[in-house]
């Protein structure tokens, strides 16, 4: 479903500890899959994608590990900073469509 | 490389009144979004244009808004006459070929 600010889990991790946020998605036929980070005041800014063809894909200091058995994906953050703290979240779409599905935000708040 | 620009960053109206939105994609991106995001509805595929064409706007809450894009590198999106359930941040993304879309920093509407 659509993220819903008023209502958005939270993750507090510590500075320099590593982040895992998680996303589920419903539609069996998305095949691409998009992180995003929003901080307060700014736009959804891409984080990294990764096609239904893997199942890994690392950026730097993050990575994105899909399950499609159970429709899960998941956003690792190595050494958590303080600037990585905003919200999270996932977006699907079929490939070739351009009609996103964006999961339920998450917010990361890193402690100092 | 320049990201999405969109103008203005803040606007407060009155009730009745006719707001502009612009956006200007990224260069050489063929296909523009215009989201709109509320702590209750999280974010909201507004319309979707495909070089320069709407191609989907089902998501134009009523005849109120408008949107058009008169060119590859301009895009506009009317509210006449605003009201103040349109309040909300506006943004406009652009991809290309549908892959990963591109958000540009939005602009905060407040109507009065």
């Known amino acids: 479903g659509e993220s819903v600010g008023l209502h958005l889990p939270t993750l507090s991790v510590q500075e320099g500890d590593n982040s895992i946020i998680n996303c589920a998605y419903s539609?069996?036929?998305?095949?691409?899959f998009i992180w995003y980070k929003q901080e307060s005041g700014k736009g959804p800014q891409f984080i990294i994608d990764i096609r239904s063809n893997m199942d890994k894909r690392q950026g730097q200091r993050v990575t994105v590990l899909l399950n499609k058995t159970v429709k899960h994906l998941s956003l690792q953050i190595a050494a958590t900073q303080p600037g990585d703290s905003a919200v999270y979240f996932c977006a699907g779409a079929v490939s070739g469509t351009y009609k996103y599905i964006f999961g339920t935000g998450t917010r990361l708040k890193v402690l100092a | 490389d320049a990201g999405v620009i969109q103008s203005p960053r803040h606007e407060v109206t009155e009730m009745g009144q006719e707001v502009t939105l612009r956006c200007k994609p990224i260069?050489?991106?063929?296909?523009l979004f215009w989201y709109r995001q509320t702590m209750m509805r999280g974010l909201e595929l507004l319309i979707y244009f495909n070089n320069n064409v709407p191609i989907d706007d089902s998501g134009m809450p009523e005849d109120r808004f408008s949107a058009k894009m008169p060119n590859a590198s301009f895009s506009t999106l009317k509210i006449q006459p605003s009201e103040p359930r349109d309040s909300a941040v506006y943004f406009c993304?652009?991809?290309?070929?549908?892959?990963?879309?591109?958000f540009g920093p939005g602009t905060r509407l407040t109507v009065l």
């Open positions: 993304a652009s991809s290309l070929d549908r892959v990963a879309q591109y």
């Open positions: 539609n069996s036929a998305s095949d691409y």
């Open positions: 260069s050489g991106h063929n296909s």
